[in-house]
Structure formats: structure tokens, C-alpha cells
């Protein structure tokens, strides 16, 4: 699970999924893939286990 931070909405769709196609028809698809990498990256930077998972032996 990664944490949403201010501003994450218009890299989600209402799922969680992230947005692969621009907000905007005449936004260049290479800057906003580009964009949706960095994100994407930032919430692997921020992710941290919720719950301690124990295994059981």
C-alpha cells in the first residue's frame, strides 16, 4: 500500500490505479509518462510495512 500525498489525485483513478493517459488531449504522453514514473517512484521511496507480519512456523 503507498501513502497518497497533497496533490496524487491526477495520478489516480478512484481505485488507486495510476493514470497512464494525460488529463489534458493536447498534454504530450512522453512528459506525462515521464511524470507517472517520478510518482510512482516517489511512493516506493515512502513505503512503509502498516502491520508487522509474523510468520507462523
Not at 506525462?32 to 510468520?55: A, C, F, S, T, Y
Amino acid at each position: 500500500m503507498s501513502i497518497l500525498r497533497p496533490g496524487d489525485g491526477k495520478y489516480h483513478y478512484s481505485d488507486g490505479s495510476h493514470k497512464w493517459i494525460p488529463p489534458d488531449p493536447d498534454y504530450d504522453q512522453e512528459v506525462w509518462n515521464e511524470q507517472v514514473r517520478q510518482h510512482k517512484h516517489g511512493h516506493l521511496m515512502n513505503e512503509r510495512p502498516k502491520v508487522r507480519i509474523q510468520r507462523l512456523v
